[in-house]
């Protein structure tokens, strides 16, 4: 697995297609419906109505944009299982020094939310992970400039 890559989960993947058909379908027309009621009210100039719903008009045109390459670029995977981590592996650690384990799923950048457990296979403790097993020490250097320490107990 090539760790440069983008990467996204076969449910990211679903999840993107959905919000996809939604914003060039429902969400799209609504949004032109608006700009036509706002364009009935007259002056543009100082119309901050027909302002507003042209800026959600282009938030909205960045956002499919944006969707669409993210599924052209990115790799679907499908987790094997194994005992190498890689993007889509749950790994359990233990940081040096520290009772107690953390488990974290690897997956892609789009993916990574630290609150629900999810890392991204490019931050530095993924980079770390990535390619190694179940009882590997793995460290990194931390943005303050310290250096962080952990063994893989588990990967699934």
Known sequence: MDQSADYITEEKRAELEVELKNLKGPKRKEILESLEYAKSLGDLSENAEYHQTREDQGKLEERI???????KNSVVVLHRGGDTVEVGSMVTVQKEGEKG????????????????????HKSPLGEAMFGKKKGDKVSFKTPAGGVVNYKITKVA
């Open 65 to 71: 944009v944006k969707i669409e390459q993210i599924l």
């Open 101 to 120: 384990d953390n488990t974290y799923q690897i997956v892609g950048s789009e993916e990574a939310d630290f609150s629900l457990g999810k890392i991204s």
